[in-house]
């Protein structure tokens, strides 16, 4: 009886989170007669993925009507060195700490560590002034640079709760038999990594696909990630509403960071049980 409860609350629980996502996905395939109808939870008359169709190539996004797909390539280009270099420099960071200690590394890090509860917005205006002298305000290489610095709190100390559990002696044979820094790094330290690598990678991804404060105040028009695109054809004043293809913006918005969560899930969890939140 007791199991039974359980499995029960489970279901009610996955039910209540995946409520959502249903009325979006039956929504986004109902013309916009069913739609104003109600009946928010009914299945569509007549499935048709016109609006998705509209949301990735037709819908107005401001002045241009070319759907999301070109801010997608933006998000791509975005994420792709942003997640690399954010994870590979915080991997390098937390080896630095752990293995290679030097004298102020505690000083170091405790700095470091304050990125993660620096709230973004107090660094907005700071961090433009900062762009725009580089040059790089409104661009996607501002974006990607921003991303960087704002993850490496965080993947430096994931990496350093980590390296902390991988014994000394590994670095010290590696540093009797010649191998320098980067050499003990790549060869010894990197290979053991996988499972944290998981973790941040996923992590910073997410974080990054999803990013709207930074998109939006750091962005130009030619460079806006996907989720600007998004709010500004939720948010569009022209027309009648078309919810079908909003759903569909969303949730093509969405994919990414699910598909992502589908295939790697389980990397994710083994990365957390091999040391992610030990420290």
């Known amino acids: 009886m007791r199991r039974l409860l359980l499995y029960a609350l489970l279901a009610g ?3 209540l989170f995946l409520a959502p996502l249903y009325v979006m996905l039956v929504t986004s395939l109902k013309p916009l007669a069913q739609i104003r109808a109600g009946a928010i939870f009914a299945l569509p008359d007549a499935p048709s993925l016109a609006a998705w169709a509209k949301a990735w190539s037709g819908a107005c ?3 241009s009507c070319g759907g999301l797909e070109p801010y997608y390539a933006n998000s791509a280009l975005i994420a792709a060195p942003s997640v690399a270099l954010s994870v590979l420099i915080g991997a390098v960071n937390g080896y630095a700490l752990t293995k290679w ?3 102020g590394a505690e000083l170091f890090f405790a700095a470091l ?3 993660v509860f620096v709230p973004f917005q107090t660094i907005l205006i700071p961090m433009a002034r900062t762009l ?4 790089l305000f409104g661009s996607l290489w501002g974006l990607i640079l921003v991303h960087i610095v704002y993850g490496l709190p965080v993947t430096t100390l994931l990496f350093r709760n980590f390296y902390l559990g991988v014994p000394d002696d590994i670095v010290r044979a590696a540093r009797l038999d010649g191998a320098g820094f980067f050499a003990a790094f790549r060869y010894v330290i990197l290979p053991l990594s996988l499972p944290m690598l998981a973790v941040a990678a996923i ?3 997410t974080g990054i696909w999803n990013d709207f404060l930074f998109g939006v105040v750091f962005s130009s028009p030619g460079s806006a990630p996907v989720t600007v695109a998004l709010n500004n054809i939720a948010g569009s004043n022209f027309g009648a509403k ?3 293809v909003d759903m569909a913006a969303a949730l093509l918005t ?3 960071t699910l598909f992502v969560y589908v295939l790697s899930g389980r990397y994710f969890v083994r990365g957390l049980g091999a040391g992610a939140v030990r420290g």
Do not use: H, I, K, S
């Open 13 to 15: 629980t996955a039910l």
């Open 203 to 205: 992590l910073q991804f």
């Open 242 to 244: 078309e919810y079908n």
């Open 132 to 135: 725009a002298a580089l040059g």
């Open 101 to 103: 200690r030097f004298r």
């Open 61 to 63: 996004v401001g002045a």
């Open 254 to 256: 969405a994919l990414p």
């Open 113 to 115: 560590l304050l990125g």
